[in-house]
Structures are given as structure tokens and as C-alpha cells.
């Protein structure tokens, strides 16, 4: 970073010579200074230095300064005020030098910027030291060039030239950082304060860092207001009902095997309705689908309460509660619950409920399992046609050519010996979100007897990062066959350099991540292909104040 050198390579022989002679008068003002002090009687103070009381021939401690004294301190600040005179008699030849400086700077606003950036940085170090050896004159021109560079700073557009105001400030800058220099020119010391400077700043960003992870967590963890108000009105309707009208009408008119059968657990009931809308707006033939979802038993009515209200018409609906599958372990609710671990996407049992499809849908063949995260943009009654090759689950690879972090050795502890010699390390992450499954291969390969052994081997030491999606990439190793990539695009929860043709070419789109479309967190520029299948004129909504 070079920010306000002094005098380099421009000014001649003469302007050195200059210099080296003001160095001189400047070194013997300082042992002029240095012999007074030293010659001073204990106790004696200077007079009217340091803002210590009691002018020149006044008593100080008791002790009178003599006149000889006075008249050498005198000499001593008549010495300094020559120096000084000297040094803003180079005014112009600064100027000149800074002028040079900058016109050698890169042409480009950005380059600009950063060189403000730097000045700053060093002017407020030089601050520090003036402010400490009480050079006002110096601290007043600090400070106000600090005020102008961060006015301009504030103001600054990366798209527009640079003013010429703009640059007469620059220059000014240069020419006070270059007086601040020869005034203290150790650079120990510089180096001293410039790491001081770093620490506190990076703790401050530490600090900050820690402040928004924690408020990251809390309103990840946390449904906003609106959808509390719009579950407990929903609950409370659902039960003013007669028990007769809490069922959906029966409307099958052609063979369950003949159906699209789509599921999804979730406990949002918005994130759920978004994925059905959406599914139904995409089909071709939206008769022929049939939704199943189940979710847990404090939102269970608030989940038949909505699809009652909104029926999905012209598709078939299914809700089911998670207390109502009674095969299912008795410690199912909350044996995922892990010390030190409150992210719901890791602790909750409907995540883990995938891996017992077989036994959730024993009359099914294949079925397409949705996260209530993802917006369906395409007609997917293509994936029942593809071939699986005696494979149980079709999904999207999320590694890519020289990707080392969607690998498996990056979700699952190869350190030990159960897991080191069974699997390859290298091998790419498939996803979840977007999954279709052969239901009697899952059956014929005993897969959910293999998610139990290795969920109660994963209890006794740690295999994996937490969550489902590690077990996952164990269960269904050398079991998934890889989809093409636009059958479902990734990252919406996170990653904010996705492109606008990746997401509308996509079939589905999926919000992964924290920044979920239903958050106030949620990056803007996705949230409206989330919002465009809800009614935000819904009475339900109004009545919660949910809107776009």
C-alpha cells in the first residue's frame, strides 16, 4: 500500500539539499531544547509549555527562570517557527509531487476509491501519533482532510468518473500525509500503531461476525409472527368443524398405480401450499397427481384446515400425522435431537422420515418426494419414465469437475475403519429435495434396514456431520442414478450468484440453505418466484398481515 511518500525521485539534487538543510535547523532546535531542560533546577518547569501555568519570570515550584533561560527558549521556538515556515514553503513543490502520484495511479474509479481508502487508513494512524505529541496545527489538517475523504467516500459511485473536486481532495490528502510524514518518519512506530489498528479492527469484525451468526440462528430457528397467527387461526377453525367435514372428499376415478404420487413432509403449511400450487400450475395433466403429505401432530390441523379451505384442485390430497404411523420406533419424534445442535433442518424427525417410504407408502411403486423449500416450474411426470437400471433413487449431482467440497469425505468421517472401507472418499453428493424412487427396489434392497444399522452405529461414535443428508449419501451409495442437472437447481438459500437462466430453465428450484423465501433473511432477488404461488389476498393471510 503506498499512500503519501515524501519527496521520491522528483524534486532534484536542490530539493534534497533543502531538506537535509532543514533536517539540520530542525535537529539543532531539538538540542537547543534538549541543553534548556537539561540546564533547568529541579522542580523548574518551562515556562508555557505543556500547558503548564505561569507565564515567562513567573515563580514555578518555587524556583525563578532566569532571563538567560527566557532567552533561550525563545531562540529555541524562533529556530522552530523558521522550520515550520520552511516546510509550508513547500507547498508547491507537494503539490506537484502528489500531482505526479496520482496521475500514475490507475485511471479506473475502483483504483480511486481504494486509493482514498488508503489514505484514510494511513491519515488516521498519523492522527494517533499527533494527537499524542500535541502538534494541533497537524491534528486540525488530519482531521479535516479525514472528514473530506469520507465525505467523498460516502458519496463515491463506481460507475461515474471521478469529480474533479473529488481529485483536489485526493491531492490535498497527499500533501498533508506527506507533512505528517516528515514530521514522524520511524516507521517502527508506524508499524507499531498500523498493527494495533488491525487487531482492534479485526476483533471488531470478529465481534460483528459472531453478532450476526447468532441473529442468523435465532431467526432461522424462529417462524415470523404472521405464520404463528396463521396456524393457530387455522387450528382453531379446524376444530369449530363437525367432525364430518374435517375429511377431503373422496375423488379417485382412475387406479392409484395410475397417478403421479408426489410427498411431501413438512410442518409449514405456506411452504407446503407453495409446492402444491406450484406442482399443479406446471402439470400438463394435473388430474392425474396426488399429493401426500405428512406432518406432525401439533400442525396437523392446521395443515387439513388450509387444503380444506384451498383444495388443490383439480389433483387428489392426502394428509397424514406423523403420531398416526404407529410401526414407526417409539422414540421416532425425538431420537435426532443432538447435544449442542438446534438447527431444525438437522433435528427434525420429518427429515428422517424419508428413509421409511416403503413403509409410509406400501402400495406404491415409485413416488417423486418434494422439500417443502423447492418451487416446481416444469411438468415432472417425465421422471416417472426415466430408467433407474435397477437403482432405487434418481437424483441431482451437486459436485462438479475438480469440486473437492460436495465429496463425500466432506460430510462422513473417513477416519474410521467401518466407513474407510466401504466407501470412496471422492465420490460426488447427490441431493435431496427433488428425489424420484423405486419404491420395490428400495424393498428388495433392504435399504431401510441399512438406514437403521447405520443410524444406530452412528449413535455410538460419529460417522458424520449432523443432519440426513450424510446418512443419506451412506444409504443410497451405489444405489442413485444421476439426473440431468436442470431437473433441479440448488443453492437459493445461499448462494446469491446463481443466474437468472440457470433458475427459469430449471424444473425445480430449491431454496437450500438458511435463507429460506418464507424469512425476511431470504435474498430478495429470489423471493418473487416463491411468492407468485400464494394469494397474498387470502383472507387468512390479510387477517395475519403475511404479504409479499
Known sequence: MRVGGGGGGGGGGGGREREAALLLVLITAACGFVVVLLNLPDGRALPGAGGVPGAVGEHTGGTHVSVKERRMVEIVRQQQDVAAQELEGQTDENAAEADERISRSPPGTKEKLWMMQDQLIMAKAYLQFASLHGSAHLVRELKLRIKEIERVVSHFSSSSRVPTSSLQKIRAME???????????????????????????????????????????????????????????????YFLLDPKEREFPQRYTMQMGDLYHYAIFSDNVLASAVVVNSTISASKDPKRIMFHIVTDALNFPAMMMWFLTNPPNPATIQIKSLDNLKWLPADFSFRFKQKGIRDPRYTSALNHLRFYLPEVFPSLNKLVLLDHDVVVQRDLSGLWQIDLNGKVNGAVETCTSGDGYHRLENLVNFSDPSIINKFDAKACIHAFGMNIFDLKEWCRQGLTTAYNKWFQAGKRRRLWKAGSLPLGQIV??????????????????????????????????????????????????????????????????QQCNIHM
Open 175 to 237: 500533501m498533508t500525509l506527506s507533512k505528517a510524514q516528515r514530521a514522524y518518519p520511524h516507521c517502527s512506530h508506524m508499524t507499531a500503531k498500523l498493527r494495533a489498528m488491525t487487531h482492534q479492527s479485526e476483533e471488531l469484525v470478529r465481534a460483528h461476525r459472531s453478532e450476526t451468526s447468532f441473529l442468523e440462528q435465532v431467526a432461522v430457528r424462529t417462524l415470523p409472527k404472521g405464520h404463528h397467527c396463521l396456524a393457530m387461526r387455522l387450528t382453531s377453525e
Open 476 to 541: 443410497f451409495y451405489n444405489q442413485t442414478v444421476p439426473l440431468d442437472h436442470r431437473w433441479h437447481v440448488l443453492g437459493l438459500g445461499h448462494d446469491r450468484s446463481i443466474g437468472r437462466d440457470a433458475i427459469e430453465r430449471a424444473a425445480v428450484i430449491h431454496y437450500s440453505g438458511k435463507l429460506k423465501p418464507w424469512l425476511e433473511i431470504s435474498i430478495p432477488k429470489y423471493r418473487d418466484y416463491w411468492n407468485n404461488f400464494l394469494d397474498y389476498d387470502n383472507p387468512y393471510l
